[in-house]
């Protein structure tokens, strides 16, 4: 995951311009702390919610609640991000960095995606299935660099925007994906073999 969110400087850094990279990184550091608040309520939620919860079945059903729930919650800062992201750029970062404000406006794709994507990992802790993690963050990483290294040299900030999209829905998919498979097999039995 660490890889994933920061494989689009890097890329960027490689193909683009000083100039791209630091319009970039202006705009994705509101976006990552934004991100960071669905982390924290996850981390405030999920133990009385859902990993102090004996019934499999009920505690899958409390994680897809919860993913909606943070959906909607996300699509809140969404609109917040669209309506504000001027004046956000320019009290933190000053109008050097008024480029950076449209950029952030595009960049509001994420955090939708963010917001699901750690809702449905919870039902990768509660159940104990590391290895399904890693793999699920090796696709992701795999997708955003192949996607950026493809896009970066002709899009720039926005190329590697699309990395990062086709990453965090790769790790999305993946995370329904292993709920679906493991919805029959919550209760008493093994998750997977």
Known sequence: MCALQRSDRVLLNYFS????????????????????????VIISVAPSMIYMEASGVAALKKIISLAFLLFGVSLVFVLGLLLFSDAIILVLYGSEFVG?????????????????????????NKFGLGGRAAIKWLLAFSAAVGVGCWMIPEHGALGALAGMVAGYSIAVVFGAFIIYQGRNKVDGRKIYS
């Open 17 to 40: 311009s000083p100039e791209e990279l630091g319009v970039y990184s202006a705009a994705i550091q509101v976006i990552e702390n934004i991100n960071l608040l669905g982390s924290i």
């Open 100 to 124: 950076a404000s449209p950029l952030l406006r595009v960049m509001t794709v994420l955090v939708p995606l963010f917001f699901v994507d750690v809702a449905l990992s919870i039902f990768v």
